[in-house]
C-alpha cells in the first residue's frame, strides 16, 4: 500500500508564506500524480493545486499565489504559499493517485493552515 504523510501547516498572518511538504512511501507507481486538497469548516474539499509530470493544474482561487513542485526521486511534493490570506484557511490534504499498480488514491491525514491576524 501506500503511506502519505504532510507537514508544515501552521498559523500565519495574513499576506505571510507557508510551505507545505508531503511525502509518498510504499508501492507508488512510476506513473502517479500528487495533489494538494483543502477543506475549510463547512465547506466541501476542493483541489488546490495537482502535479502530473511537468504539467500543473491550480484552482483560480490560488494561481499566482502557490506554487506546486515535485522531487520524484524522493516521492515528495511541496506547496509554495504566498501572500495569504484568511480564506485559505483550511486542513490541507495531500492525494496520490498511482496509475500503476496498485491502482488508488491515497490520502494523508491533512495538517492544518490558519491565516489570521
Known amino acids: 500500500q501506500v503511506q502519505v504523510v504532510e507537514s508544515g501547516g501552521g498559523l500565519v498572518q495574513p499576506g505571510g508564506s507557508l510551505r507545505l511538504s508531503c511525502a509518498a512511501s510504499?508501492?507508488?507507481?512510476?506513473?502517479?500524480?500528487m495533489a494538494w486538497y483543502r477543506q475549510a469548516p463547512g465547506k466541501q474539499r476542493e483541489l488546490v493545486a495537482s502535479q502530473l509530470g511537468p504539467r500543473t493544474d491550480y484552482a483560480d482561487s490560488v494561481k499566482g499565489r502557490f506554487t506546486i513542485s515535485r522531487r520524484n526521486a524522493k516521492n515528495t511534493a511541496v506547496l509554495e504559499m504566498n501572500n495569504l490570506k484568511p480564506d485559505d484557511t483550511a486542513v490541507y490534504y495531500c492525494?496520490?493517485?498511482?496509475?500503476?499498480?496498485?491502482?488508488?488514491?491515497?490520502w494523508g491525514q491533512g495538517t492544518q493552515v490558519t491565516v489570521s491576524s
Open positions: 492525494k496520490v493517485t498511482n496509475w500503476g499498480d496498485p491502482v488508488g488514491d491515497y
Open positions: 510504499g508501492s507508488i507507481s512510476s506513473v502517479n500524480t
